[in-house]
């Protein structure tokens, strides 16, 4: 099936993905956890100052105030940046997907869509939405071939749409509809991607 195609590209173009990002976070992390050290550091030394008078007190509190503030800074700025890379990292995946219209194979994808499509919606007859380019590809003998293999009748509609790729199904009667077009498939497995991204760069 397409859809286990697609998230075996997804997967591998995201852990290409991966690798350049963590490079990228790796200095910020380092970074935060230095801040963190000393943050420890000076409430040690506060403990060791406990007796020392209220003078000496207030400097040791006023500094681990300062590196406390740093601290949480440091983490902000590592979120963003996680968050950055995240949005990029999905946006690799969703241009890389998108050149699936582009593989020699990708004929024998719309097939695959197209059945897909047919085989989640009741009923005999449809009608199948391609873009302009991806007309072509549904010859007379590829609509007979489909529609013999799924047991539905489908036909080509002359309106053209606005996609990337991949195919929208249509029941004649406009009440049902399935969108297997390639934004409608990136759409749905984005969100799995995010948490798949998230759980490596928010490890902790």
């Given at each position: ?16 993905a ?9 200095k ?27 003078s ?11 590196i ?18 995240l ?26 869509l ?6 989640w ?15 072509t590809?549904?010859?007379?003998s590829?609509l ?5 293999e ?23 009667d ?31």
């Amino acid at each position: 099936m397409l859809s286990n195609n697609g998230e075996i590209l997804a997967r591998v173009i995201m852990e290409d993905a991966f690798q350049e990002a963590e490079a990228i976070l790796e200095k910020a992390e380092k970074e935060a956890a230095s801040i963190h050290q000393e943050s420890l550091k000076v409430q040690a030394d506060m403990r060791r100052q406990a007796e020392s008078n209220q003078s000496q007190l207030d400097i040791f509190l006023a500094k681990a105030k300062m590196i406390s503030q740093a601290e949480l800074q440091a983490r902000m700025e590592l979120i963003d940046q996680k968050e950055a890379v995240l949005q990029s990292v999905l946006a690799v995946v969703k241009q890389e997907f998108f050149t699936l219209s582009r593989r020699p194979d990708y004929p024998s994808i719309l097939t695959r869509l197209t059945l897909q499509g047919l085989e989640w919606l009741e009923g005999e007859e449809f009608i199948c939405q391609v873009n302009s380019r991806d007309r072509t590809l549904f010859t007379p003998s590829v609509l007979e071939s489909v529609s013999k293999e799924s047991g539905k009748k489908l036909s080509l509609d002359e309106q053209i749409l606005d996609l990337e790729g991949g195919v929208v199904i249509v029941r004649v009667d406009g009440r049902l509809l399935y969108d297997n077009s390639l934004e409608a498939i990136f759409q749905r497995r984005e969100e799995v991607m995010r948490s798949a991204a998230a759980r490596r760069f928010f490890r902790d």
